[in-house]
């Protein structure tokens, strides 16, 4: 079936040329379609995409992790802007193929609708607009993996300010936020002409590809069959309708509480409730040994699952200058192995953050057990119900002595996290409708106009917290948001994510053991569903409704007032 043989690791085609790796889908676009030979024709398709994806993957890390090494931004750009854009082309012939010979098969009909997708908007002349929108995410990723800043005479990277956005000193707090918040003000010269070609590229995709406008192009691209855009505009009402009021009720008690007459930006990341930031771990191995605890109070698969992630070598949690900002969870398709990225610095976001990442794992290491690597890696929306999902799982297991922190600051932590999920989707509201603006009503905007909706949109959704004097500063946080630079339109799953992942933990809280096992079940379904069927298989139901979202936001209240009432009395 093929003239020469596929490679037993990825590692051999860290520098393969394209003619190598083409070589290898000409011989399958060729390859006689039998009864007898189909399913090796397609399990050897899946295997060649698991190396050729995973060898990509190993080059993205490699350059996140040291985004000033030339030459290891040179292999992921190889394969960002040459090998991958040139091989759509490769997949949709061979997605051809699939589709003609086999289109009734009941183990593929999710594969198949994605790939009758695929086919349907690909678009030749789009390849070197790929190209192009990846070297200009390279860019992106080099001017803010860059930022550093003088604190305490020192040149650190921004995660590094983290801690003292957590004083309880406010000149301390507010210092570090002016001083976090300015590179991004200052890079906004160099991000905004650059994120106006990325637009440009974007439309021109869409317009060839026989769509109005990216964001229906999107829809389509992401393969979002169960939703459409006016589903999450109606997504976007709800939350304004919902989750808005709920969170200024909150900020008006963090105020109270701080004994503020107005909350500032640098007032919102402080615990009201203690004298000191709650301190999870000490150093980076005490940090892993803790969440591997916690996971295995958890499930002991869960926790054996991260312990071998912990012994392979498969996270790079640290923040260090160089290392790109963020963080995120990449699935390494040939070994099996998931692969988490963040920038720790030692203050209870990191715990949530690796709470989250791990998820995202435990979805690859359940749904690796699927045989097509098609059959795998689902949809955002169901990758961000596992991730989401773990946070709230996880968060009755935070306490001491395997978890982070001792009974009080348990405490103070679940509380600040419920109140970041209230926050949270207002963002993810914020954030998406925002992107849908500029694709649509606001695409001849340039850089002025786009600041201008950003900040039209972000009073809809972020209030309870005064922003007077800062208008430049709250400006530059949509610059600070990679999705919209990196991976547009990726962002709202965090919201229907977010949803389902409120009614796990309502599961959860009436019976832990069914809840697990029910998440279980789903990560093992891995894209083999539709996502509604995704969602019942997690025992919860896909929704944009407001009346199903304002009975969680009810039940994130009085578990916030609860935990509030706990920490008076331990006070």
Known sequence: ?????????????????????????????????????????????????????????????????????????????RFSTEILPLLEEKEVALAKRLVEYA????????????????????????????????????????????????????????????????????????????????????????????????????QTMAANAGFANYRDYVFRAKCRFDY??????????????AVVPAVARAMAIRRERLGLTALRPWDVGVDPWRAAAPIPYRDIDEFQERTAAVFTTLDPELGGQFRTMMTEGLLDLESRTGKAPGGYCDTLHAKGRPFVFMNAAGVPADV?????????CFHAFA??????????????????????????????HLGRPLGYYDEADAISTRLSHLEDVLSSLAHIASVDAFQSWIYTAGRGEGPDGRDAGWLRIRQQFEQGVDWTGLTVERSARWYRQLHIFLYPFYYIEYGIAQIGALQVWRNARQDPAAAIAAYKRFLALGATRPLPELYRAAGVELSFDVAVLRDLVAMVEDEMGALREALGQAA
């Open 1 to 77: 079936m093929l003239t020469t043989p596929l490679p037993d690791s990825s590692d051999a085609l860290a520098d393969a040329t394209w003619e190598v790796i083409s070589a290898w889908y000409d011989d399958l676009a060729v390859a006689t379609l039998d009864d007898t030979s189909f399913d090796a024709w397609i399990a050897t398709w899946s295997r060649l995409d698991e190396l050729v994806s995973e060898a990509a993957s190993l080059a993205m890390i490699a350059y996140t992790c040291q985004t000033t090494d030339t030459d290891l931004e040179r292999a992921h750009l």
């Open 103 to 202: 289109p009734d098969r009941d183990d593929l009909q999710t594969v198949l609708r994605r790939f009758r997708t695929a086919i349907e908007i690909f678009r030749e002349a789009n390849v070197p607009l790929v190209t192009e929108a990846e070297t200009l995410s390279s860019r992106y990723q080099q001017v803010t993996g860059g930022m550093t800043v003088e604190w305490g005479g020192e040149r650190v990277p921004l995660p590094r300010l983290a801690p003292f956005l957590q004083s309880r000193d406010r000149e301390v707090r507010e210092a570090a936020w002016r001083t976090a918040t300015a590179p991004y003000v200052a890079a906004r010269e160099t991000l905004a002409p650059l994120f106006d070609r990325m637009v440009e590229l974007r």
């Open 228 to 241: 459409t855009p006016a589903d999450t505009e109606r997504l976007h009402e709800a939350i304004s309708e």
């Open 352 to 360: 949530t953050t690796l709470l989250h990442e791990a998820g995202h």
């Open 367 to 396: 749904a690796h057990r699927n045989p097509l690597i098609w059959q795998r890696h689902p949809g955002a929306e169901s990758a961000e119900l596992a991730s989401m999902s773990m946070e709230l799982l996880a968060s009755p």
